[in-house]
């Protein structure tokens, strides 16, 4: 069975780092896509960075610079540092996953991880 695990949230004030982290298990052949979502109360959630198997990477705008998104192939990681935190980064951040396991091709979401960021 394959699942996503998050760490690395808590509570940081603004102008902080934190780094996020999601371990991807289970029988996987191959992940072609990882990437990073946030959700706050009453709100849509939205894509903050993606990361492709090549590498290749894509962010919001409102998170463009302060950002850094990487992944381990090898240990089908993906983490995200996030610096100069900001109060509007507060929100429940998801790991997301494209990949390819026994079942075939699906998607796969972390139970996420509270991030607070206080001014």
């Known amino acids: 069975q394959v699942q996503l695990v998050e760490s690395g949230g808590g509570l940081v004030q603004a102008g902080g780092s934190l780094r996020l982290s999601c371990a991807a298990s289970?029988?996987?052949?191959?992940?072609?896509?990882m990437g990073w979502y946030r959700q706050a109360p009453g709100k849509q959630r939205e894509s903050v960075a993606i990361?492709?198997?090549?590498?290749?990477?894509i962010y919001a705008d409102s998170v463009k610079g302060r950002f850094i998104i990487s992944r381990d192939n090898a240990r089908n990681t993906v983490s995200l540092l996030m610096n100069s935190l900001k109060p509007e980064d507060t929100g429940i951040y998801y790991c997301?996953?494209?990949?390819?396991?026994?079942?075939?091709?699906?998607?796969?979401w972390g139970q996420g991880t509270q991030v607070t960021v206080s001014s």
């Open positions: 990361i492709t198997s090549r590498r290749s990477t």
């Open positions: 289970g029988r996987i052949f191959s992940i072609n896509r």
């Open positions: 997301n996953a494209e990949l390819t396991g026994s079942q075939g091709m699906g998607v796969f």
